[in-house]
């Protein structure tokens, strides 16, 4: 067996990729577009898959975008995708600096959730050993759902 991708449909393209890209750090391995399936699939690996995700298509995030406009809701309920990164304050303080709210502050030094534009939780966890806790995000509420 193998894992090869998680499918999430999003209501706007652009606005997911500038998610997922540009802010989250994925980057694009493949995109298709189906003009009689009226659909774009756009496929994301994490920076340390990327070579990897190419050659072998796995393992990757696929955004899903239906051409005609439909309301997508029930996020939660998908469960949530999960990452794993080098230092976790730095990433978390970067999504924040990019105006992302961080509804699980990695308090811990190890495990935080955000939430992307169309409400799929991801968690994002500290490579290796916690880190020790660190202000501001020590003491820090949670916002929201996640």
Known sequence: MEYLHTMVRVADLDKALAFYVETFGLKETRRIENEKGRFTLVFLAAPGDYETAKETKAPLVELTYNWDPETYSGGRNFGHLAYQVDDIYAFCARLKDKGVTINRPPRDGYMAFVKSPDG???????????????????SMENTGSW
């Open 120 to 138: 799929i939780s991801i968690e994002i966890l500290q490579k290796g050993e916690a880190k020790p806790p660190q202000e501001p995000w020590a």
